[in-house]
């Protein structure tokens, strides 16, 4: 019975080295979402007169403005030399100063896009007396 039970032990080492070694489960893989977009950015339709339409999106983190308008994509950059906000590239120039917008080709002075916004009233105004 002594030499039976040496080799059924190591059987049974054997088998249940053997045994417990099923398939690993595939790493679970972590996907990192993509960041969310942190830029500050402002998105603006604006009609004029004529019932044109243009669309501009300013980005304010990374300086940069986009307008459609007839179809056509413009990348601005903004201009810090000019005032209020204006952006401008080599051919084009967009600017939104005192509620005036205009959108301009530079190398001819062609005014492609022009809104003048009416200002809010503000109420009557107060006058001190002395």
Known sequence: MKNLL???L???AVFSSTACKHPSKEAESITA?????TDNISKNVYVDSYGEKIEVTINQT???????LNGKT???????????YTASNEEYQYSEIKGN???LKKNVDMV?????QAKKESGPAKMASY
Do not use: M, V
Request: proline residues 8%; without cysteine; glycine residues 2%.
């Open 101 to 103: 917008i205009t959108f």
């Open 112 to 116: 492609l896009f022009h809104l003048k």
């Open 33 to 37: 979402s993509a960041p969310e977009n």
């Open 74 to 84: 413009y990348d601005l950059k903004k201009s810090d030399a000019l005032p209020e």
């Open 6 to 8: 040496t080799p059924i």
């Open 10 to 12: 190591i059987g049974l």
């Open 62 to 68: 990374k300086n940069t403005a986009t307008i459609h």
